[in-house]
T-cell receptor, first 112, second 114 residues
Framework: AQSVTQLDSQVPVFEEAPVELRCNYSSSVSVYLFWYVQYPNQGLQLLLKYLSGSTLVESINGFEAEFNKSQTSFHLRKPSVHISDTAEYFCAVSGNNNDMRFGAGTRLTVKP | EAGVTQSPTHLIKTRGQQATLRCSPISGHTSVYWYQQALGLGLQFLLWYDEGEERNRGNFPPRFSGRQFPNYSSELNVNALELEDSALYLC?????????????FGSGTRLTVV
């Protein structure tokens, strides 16, 4: 079975600073990897995903994540954050059995 | 294309009562998943339904139950409500064959038990 560890429960940063949200996974099979974002009082929205191919994947709002098989990581990065990026971010992993496992979440707080 | 819809948005119940939460998946999705998100506890997997059958269940007591209807919509029932059942309940859907698109989530039902 797969599992996910998000290494930071809270990440405070100032506006326009870079940020990295860390995610490590474990699995005995090939995996799909996802990042979801949850704004207050809303459901989760898919931010980006890695299925295969290029190890660097990007979202439309400037986030990117890199799949690193040797380090079993899928860290999320953004070079310059905005106040509107304040949200909870969840890393998730799935194998080929419809079993998606979520990390505990990282609360990103962007301060002015 | 309509997303995953959940109803009601908010629900207030008294301890000991029953709550019924509803979910309509994206058209074409046959799998429905239920998660509980209590304050500070992340996403806790509750139930997975596909083709009308319960496929997997999380570590919750039997008073949490549900079903999936022939149109793939789903219902979550919580009996004998306890104060700690207060949480955001999220429904998600996906295609059964593989997860290349991940899950699509609804906006949730906020259940408050008083």
């Amino acid at each position: 079975a797969q599992s996910v560890t998000q290494l930071d429960s809270q990440v405070p940063v100032f506006e326009e600073a870079p940020v990295e949200l860390r995610c490590n996974y474990s699995s005995s099979v090939s995996v799909y990897l996802f990042w979801y974002v949850q704004y207050p009082n809303q459901g989760l929205q898919l931010l980006l995903k890695y299925l295969s191919g290029s190890t660097l994947v990007e979202s439309i709002n400037g986030f990117e994540a890199e799949f690193n098989k040797s380090q079993t990581s899928f860290h999320l990065r953004k070079p310059s954050v905005h106040i509107s990026d304040t949200a909870e971010y969840f890393c998730a992993v799935s194998g080929n059995n419809n079993d998606m496992r979520f990390g505990a979440g990282t609360r990103l707080t962007v301060k002015p | 294309e309509a997303g995953v819809t959940q109803s009601p948005t908010h629900l207030i119940k008294t301890r000991g009562q029953q709550a019924t939460l509803r979910c309509s998946p994206i058209s074409g999705h046959t799998s429905v998943y239920w998660y509980q998100q209590a304050l500070g506890l992340g996403l806790q997997f509750l139930l997975w339904y596909d083709e009308g059958e319960e496929r997997n269940r999380g570590n919750f007591p039997p008073r949490f139950s549900g079903r999936q209807f022939p149109n793939y919509s789903s219902e979550l029932n919580v009996n004998a409500l306890e104060l700690e059942d207060s949480a955001l309940y999220l429904c998600a859907s996906s295609l059964i064959r593989g997860l290349v698109d991940g899950y699509t989530f609804g906006s949730g039902t906020r259940l408050t038990v008083v």
